[in-house]
């Protein structure tokens, strides 16, 4: 049992890992504060255990997600602003997750997980927009993720798609007219899907034989990773059509030096292209530091 407190919500590998050392980019893969808010943590209790050697599983019952302001609920960007962040929720419906992991004894080198969240958002600090009443909005998060360090070889591949559902999305504050009557603008409005996917390919090249002693965990990792995310797509069923804003090809590329297991040095070049008409692509050469104790 995980006793009564303050922990991850257990949805995605990055989320649950978080620290640095457990990605190559310079930031956290965009999957995870794009589509999933890394680091999404909330009271709860819950319960972890294996149901055979190779699978693991891990159930959480917490704090729901809130939709209390249009700008600060779900919204066109994701759903990382309706997390009650640590504070009493406006929403009095609890949230479920649970994640299973599988670590086969015939594929020596790969993990896997599958893990799912459930909440209705509701409001129940007052009416909504226009003086309408509130309404839940079930929201459903799925993902399902691999690593596999293929043996005898330098080459690691990753994998992760997420998908989260909206039931009843025009109940959103972000989709309901405002007092004036006019229609969501179209950056803002909210479909009933989200989604997100990246590949990735990693190359450990520090040769074997240096690492000795001390410098038993040095490691030097080149990679690529490409990353599609859109936040709003699906049936939108609100006067408002998606501009493609928020809809995102990212390729990014460059490598990890880590003199240690809990210390690493990071450069990458990252390419972000919108769907947006005529929208100019956003470009960043990112270096960072990390460790972790």
């Known amino acids: 049992i995980r006793s009564l407190g303050i922990d991850v919500v257990p949805v995605g590998r990055i989320n649950m890992y978080h620290e640095p050392t457990y990605f190559y980019s310079a930031?956290?893969?965009?999957?995870?504060?794009?589509?999933?808010?890394?680091?999404?943590?909330?009271?709860?209790?819950?319960?972890?255990?294996?149901?055979?050697?190779?699978?693991?599983?891990?159930?959480?019952?917490?704090q729901g997600l809130e939709d209390t302001n249009p700008s600060a609920g779900v919204t066109a960007a994701g759903i990382r602003d309706a997390r009650p962040a640590m504070r009493r929720s406006a929403n009095s419906d609890l949230g479920y997750s649970g994640r299973m992991a599988y670590t086969p004894t015939w594929a020596r080198g790969l993990q896997g997980s599958t893990s799912f969240y459930h909440t209705?958002?509701?409001?129940?600090?007052?009416?909504?927009?226009?003086?309408?009443?509130?309404?839940?909005?079930?929201?459903?998060?799925?993902?399902?993720?691999?690593?596999?360090?293929?043996?005898?070889?330098?080459?690691?591949?990753?994998?992760?798609?997420?998908?989260?559902?909206?039931?009843?999305?025009?109940?959103?504050?972000?989709?309901?007219?405002?007092?004036?009557?006019?229609?969501?603008?179209?950056?803002?409005?909210?479909?009933?899907?989200m989604y997100g996917w990246y590949t990735e390919a990693a190359f450990h090249l520090w040769p074997e034989s240096w690492k000795t002693g001390n410098r038993k965990h040095m490691d030097f990792v080149p990679f690529f990773r490409y990353t599609q995310t859109n936040?709003?797509?699906?049936?939108?069923?609100?006067?408002?059509?998606?501009?493609?804003?928020?809809?995102?090809?990212?390729?990014?590329?460059g490598f990890a030096f880590f003199p240690a297991k809990e210390f690493v040095l990071k450069l990458d070049y990252q390419i972000d292209d919108t769907r947006q008409p005529n929208a100019r692509d956003v470009n960043q050469l990112r270096a960072a530091a990390g460790f972790f104790f």
Do not use: C
């Open 27 to 62: 930031d956290r893969p965009e999957l995870y504060t794009n589509v999933i808010p890394a680091t999404w943590m909330e009271p709860g209790f819950g319960f972890f255990g294996k149901i055979t050697d190779v699978l693991d599983y891990r159930l959480m019952i917490s």
């Open 120 to 193: 209705d958002v509701s409001r129940n600090s007052g009416p909504g927009a226009a003086g309408q009443n509130n309404q839940d909005v079930g929201l459903t998060v799925w993902d399902i993720e691999f690593v596999y360090r293929i043996p005898k070889t330098p080459v690691e591949l990753r994998a992760d798609y997420a998908h989260i559902f909206l039931d009843n999305n025009p109940g959103l504050l972000a989709n309901m007219r405002n007092t004036a009557g006019a229609a969501p603008a179209s950056a803002a409005a909210v479909g009933d899907e």
């Open 231 to 253: 936040t709003q797509t699906g049936d939108f069923n609100v006067p408002a059509n998606p501009t493609g804003v928020n809809f995102h090809d990212i390729y990014t590329f």
